[in-house]
Structure formats: C-alpha cells, structure tokens
C-alpha cells in the first residue's frame, strides 16, 4: 500500500526575468518587509527598488556567512521592531535558511532551542510565522520549498535545523537569470549540492511515488547541465536546467528524506569554516560507494540497490551501467569540476572520529538507506579527505 504526504511552497513561480514580480507578490501581505540578503548587499539593490517601487517599506538584514542561531534571533528582533509583515530571503541557501528561520522566530516567543532539533527540546512553533517569500540566486540547496531553516550552533559545533511544516515559504520565486553571476568554483559545489539532493532522497526509505518523479527529473537535468553550466555560466539553458534540479531536490528532500552526505554535513559545518555545498560534494561519491557496498554485504535484495541502479544510468545514459558506476561517475564529475576534498577546509584524520559520532545522531543520517557502522563512517570521511 502507498501512504504518504506531500507539502510545498504555498506558490512556486519560475521563469527567467521572474523576479521583476517580487514588488506585486510581497506587497499582497503588507507595506513592510524584511529583506535577508547575503555577504553582498549590493546584489540586492534590484530587488529593494522594485519592493520599494510597488510601496514596500524595506529593512535589510545581511547575513555574511552560514546563519547562526543569535544572527536568527537578532534579525527576528529587527523585523518585530520595524513592523515587517513579511520577509523577504534573497541569495544562496544561507540567506533563505536565515530568513525562513527569521520569519519563524519573529512570531514565536521563548527560547530558538525550544524549537530546535537535535540540541534543543524540538517543539513544534505554536505561532504562523511572518509570510515569507523565498528568491534563491544559487541553484543548490531548494530551500525555497522546505520546511526547515540550518542554523549553526556554535556552542555545540554543529548544524541544526528548525523545523515545521508551517515554516514552507508563502512563495518560491526562482529566476535562472539571478544565477548567472554565480562563479564557476560556487555554481560546481552549490551544483553538487543539487544532486546530491535528487539522489539521497530517490534511494531514501521515505521516497514515494511524487518524490520519485521530482527526483528523476532532477537527476537528469543535472548530469546534462552541471558541466555546462559552471564552463559556460552565461548559457541560460544550462543555469536554467540546474535552477530546477535544485527545486527538484528542494521538494523531494522536504517530503521524503536526505541521507548520511547531510548527516556528515551537520556536524562537519559546524566544526570548520566550510561551505555547505562544497562539503557536500566532496561526501558524495564516497558516501554512495560505501552505501553500495554495505547494501550488497548486509541487505542484497534491498530496493535501493535497484535505486542505485537507475541513478547510475541517469547519470551516464547507459542503460548497462550498474550501481557503482553511478558513484564512479560522481567521482569523476567531482574531479572534473575541481571539488577540492575536505582538508581543504582544515579536517585532517585525527577529526574523523568525532566527526563520525556526531554524524551519527545527525537528523538526516536516519534517512540513509541502510544504517552505516562506525567503520564505515570513518571510511567514507577518510576518501573524502
């Protein structure tokens, strides 16, 4: 029997010039904002004339790395203080996980680790939190459509996520074009992240029948257009391609589940100054060769083996090829993009181990389709260095 649930942005809006319709959208839920934007605020000076220009009042909240949990509630403040009735997320994941956390917290009164997963008491949000429309210029992490803001702890050293299904975005606008300026080293790991984000939910035991469809579809736009687009960032059917592989992975991660890439990216990104796409591309082609392998050994008539399967022959078009040469061609393409491995960012063998037990208790690692030992874990770190 199939049973299952599917939850999304209140209203997805894709095309390319589509974000000349942010002033209309945002001005339905009021006549102030608060506008999340990256480490560069000057990229969003085109969105501020055109809120401005359709009689939005705009605050602006700058988010110069992966958001923490006192940058959430210091911009919570400042849109409760402004009168913001909505909020406005503009850049790569950091900023629209900032913002979709900012319009959370803004409504909901105590403590951010009542709410948070993992470290704190992980209560549901008793309050709607502020509209929030959500405009991504990376095609990486889709979270213009889940229900869940990564913020980083750095008491604990780790990411975490809030979590709720009230928290999807009121509107996901994704316009290819915002992402051309993206340079190629960003547009290859948010680009990884992207797949990555098509594939661990397809081998997920949570995958169902619509994930699967997203999933698929996604697959196959990103191993025809990641080359593409981080060699020739100006070809607008590649940007485009990768724009909705990411709102692929966006909608099939938030109804189905991810796998032990992002249970090592929790800890990992709140250990080192390491950007999450880039960890997540270098984790990929590792964590898929020794999920492979544990199946084989442990569960040989598991379905995703056959998921495994029909990866690898969306990514490499053959219709003969097998599980690992799914991986092996992940591996290549990593190669191929210039993915550095994770000592780039400082993680050396004497971190693997703690590393590997806080992966472990990760909220994602329980999507895995098969439950890796503390061997494999290391294993997979150590090929990743």
């Given amino acids: 029997m199939v049973s299952f649930e599917f939850a999304s942005a209140g209203r997805v809006v894709f095309g390319q010039g589509s974000v000349q319709q942010i002033g209309q959208l945002t001005r339905a839920f009021g006549e102030r904002a608060l506008l999340v934007v990256g480490r560069s605020p000057g990229r969003a000076a085109e969105v501020v004339a055109l809120l401005e220009a359709a009689g939005v009042r705009v605050e602006v909240y700058s988010v110069a790395h992966e958001p923490t949990i006192p940058m959430a509630v210091d911009a919570a403040a400042l849109a409760r203080s402004s009168g913001a009735q909505a909020v406005v997320g503009f850049g790569g994941g950091a900023a629209l996980d900032a913002g979709k956390a900012v319009a959370a917290l803004a409504t909901n009164p105590g403590d951010p680790l009542d709410y948070l997963e993992v470290i704190g008491r992980g209560q549901a949000l ?120 990411a709102l692929m992975g966006g909608l099939a991660l938030a109804n189905a589940r991810l796998g032990a890439v992002h249970g090592f990216a929790a800890p990992i990104g709140g250990m080192f100054d390491a950007p999450h796409g880039a960890i997540c591309a270098a984790l990929l082609a590792p964590v898929m060769r020794t999920n492979i392998y544990a199946l084989r050994q442990r569960a040989p008539e598991h379905p995703a083996l056959g998921r495994y399967v029909e990866v690898a022959r969306l990514l490499t078009g053959r219709p003969d090829a097998d599980a690992e040469d799914g991986a092996a061609w992940v591996a290549a393409l990593a190669n191929d993009l210039g993915i550095p491995g994770l000592r780039a960012y400082g993680i050396e063998p004497a971190h693997c181990d703690e590393i590997a037990r806080k992966a472990a208790q990760a909220s994602s690692m329980k999507g895995n389709p098969i439950a890796l030992t503390h061997d494999e874990l290391m294993a997979v770190l150590e090929a990743a260095l």
């Fill in 126 to 245: 008793t309050q709607p939190p502020l509209p929030y429309i959500a405009v991504p210029t990376t095609a990486g992490t889709g979270a213009e459509v889940t229900r869940n803001a990564v913020l980083t702890s750095t008491e604990h050293r780790v990411k975490v996520s809030l979590r709720s299904p009230l928290m999807l975005p009121r509107v996901a606008l994704i316009d290819p074009v915002l992402t051309v300026s993206l340079p190629p080293h960003a547009t290859a790991s948010t680009g990884m992240d992207a797949l990555t984000q098509v594939i661990e939910p397809f081998v997920s035991p949570a995958a169902n029948p619509l994930t699967d469809a997203f999933a698929r579809d996604g697959i196959a736009r990103a191993a025809r257009s990641l080359r593409q687009a981080v060699a020739h960032g100006d070809d607008l059917s590649a940007r485009e391609d990768m724009a909705l592989a």
